[in-house]
């Protein structure tokens, strides 16, 4: 069987991450695309890891370019082209030098790859993807955005910090926008079949949303000149092997809503099944009063900041 062709489009942090990974579980061969002025540093990245794979064994190609004409038979796109949030800023502030970026590569997506797998990364999340799905005019089932696998992750992980039990077994689900109105479901969350409510202290959950609801931000602020980028590449890549081995996972994912959960023609995060035929379905759960009410709110910050696109 041939082996799959994964294109990055960005080479930057979170780019030289997904690189590593999608080569380490032999996911594809990787492109990693990026401007000419650093065409250089990704074909450092590609020639870097290159040199990896005698400690693991693995025989998959990488290569950095800055020709769009590259992405040609690409089966997964990743988008993370555009610029990261600096100490202060919020993911909105993004829109506009991200929007323009966004543009120019849904055109060469479309000329070079338009059968391709669109995973889109670049901030303000809802409104890229949204964006991408305009200018791409891809069927909405090939486009999807990152934002939902990663807060999930964040929420799993404060979870197991906690209560001080396995990550492995904690369950959960965000929905939502990705910023500080998206909605942990702490009713559905449990370890192990446990619910989290017998767990802990209605205190503690509310500290863990807040922290799930802040999360990148409290990286921003660490890392001082960037976002996170580890943990946005291994929830990228959860997205992408679930495409590619037909896995049927179920990702909280921005996938577009034709009248779910009372969005219409919006991206936003909610439980979707991930196999060989992208975004098959969109799970919906029946939530709560209170839920709808936040979900109800995060529509209206996705709304705005989409309407401020202009398409
Ligand atoms: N085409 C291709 N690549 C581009 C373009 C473009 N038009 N414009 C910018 N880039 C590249 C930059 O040169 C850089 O290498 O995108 C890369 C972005 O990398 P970083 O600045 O390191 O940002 P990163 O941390 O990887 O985050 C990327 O994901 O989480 C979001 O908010 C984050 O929007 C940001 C994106």
Redesign the pocket.
């Known amino acids: 069987m041939a082996r799959k062709k994964i294109a990055l ?7 030289g991450i997904i690189a590593l990974i999608a080569a380490q579980k032999e996911l594809g061969n990787v492109l990693i ?3 000419p002025e ?1 065409e250089g540093m990704v074909k450092g990245k590609a020639l870097d890891i290159m040199q990896v794979r005698p400690h693991d064994g693995y025989d998959i190609k990488l290569e950095g370019t800055s020709d769009y004409s590259d992405l040609e038979g690409a089966d997964v796109v990743i988008i ?6 600096k100490p202060g800023m919020t ?1 909105e502030d ?1 829109l506009g030098i ?1 929007l323009k ?1 966004i543009t ?2 849904a055109n060469n997506v479309k000329k070079f790859a338009p059968d391709s797998f669109v995973i889109v ?3 303000p999340l809802d409104a890229i993807v949204y964006s991408f799905y305009k200018v791409s005019g891809f069927p909405k089932n090939r486009v999807v955005g990152m934002a939902g696998a990663l807060d999930n992750a964040r929420f799993r992980t404060f979870i197991a910090m906690e209560t001080g039990l396995s990550v492995q077994d904690v369950s959960c689900i965000v929905m939502g926008g990705h910023g500080p109105t998206m909605v942990p479901l702490t009713r559905l969350a449990n370890v192990g079949g446990v619910p989290l409510t017998d767990l802990l202290s209605q205190d503690k959950i509310d500290a863990i949303v807040k922290r799930v609801q802040e999360a990148g931000t409290e990286l921003v602020k660490l890392y001082g000149n ?2 996170a ?1 580890f943990s ?1 590449a291994a929830a990228i890549m959860e997205m992408a092997e679930a495409y590619l081995k037909d896995k049927k996972r179920v990702i909280p994912s921005t996938a577009l809503c034709e009248g779910e959960y009372g969005a219409d023609g919006y991206f936003i995060g909610v439980p979707a099944v991930i196999g060989a035929g992208g975004v098959e379905k969109v799970l919906e759960v029946n939530l709560s009063e209170e839920e709808e009410q936040m979900l109800g709110k995060t529509l209206e910050v996705v709304k705005k900041t989409v309407d401020e696109t202009g398409l």
């Open positions: 489009v960005g080479g930057g942090q979170i780019g695309l990026d401007i650093v993370t082209a555009g610029v990261p949030r993911r993004l991200n970026i120019n590569v990364v670049s901030n960037g976002s980028f946005p």
